[in-house]
């Protein structure tokens, strides 16, 4: 059975950092694009950051950019997003998906990722 499994939501406050990481199962992630997305309470669910399937190329929203990172575990079914300096605009439920042999698309289209996990609740609150 193909899986993505998310962990490491929590709630955290202002200024932390938090590392999500997604794990796979029933298939390996190399040579899969990789990417998270968030969803805020009434709001659409929206791209955070991707990295190709050949790592060649990767695409960060603007909230994102020197704030969160995503990589691959050493193994080939984990997964990363690493975020810092958290702000409570950051609460939202963040899922990660996987593409064979995808890329990268500017914005990450949702309809580019066919394996999805059901998402980690991130909190950022004082």
């Known amino acids: 059975q193909v899986q993505l499994v998310e962990s490491g939501g929590d709630s955290v406050q202002p200024g932390d950092s938090l590392r999500l990481s997604c794990a796979a199962s029933?298939?390996?992630?190399?040579?899969?694009?990789i990417a998270w997305f968030r969803q805020a309470p009434g709001k659409e669910r929206e791209g955070v950051a991707c990295l190709s399937s050949s790592d060649a190329s990767s695409w960060s929203a603007g909230f994102a950019k020197g704030r969160f990172t995503v990589s691959r575990g050493s193994g080939e079914n984990t997964m990363f997003l690493q975020m810092t300096r958290l702000r409570p605009d950051d609460t939202a439920r963040y899922y990660c998906?996987?593409?064979?042999?995808?890329?990268?698309?500017?914005?990450?289209?949702?309809?580019?990722?066919?394996?999805w996990g059901q998402g980690t609740q991130v909190t950022v609150s004082s």
């Open positions: 029933g298939f390996s992630l190399k040579q899969h694009a």
């Open positions: 998906a996987a593409e064979y042999l995808g890329g990268c698309r500017r914005g990450i289209p949702e309809g580019d990722f066919d394996n």
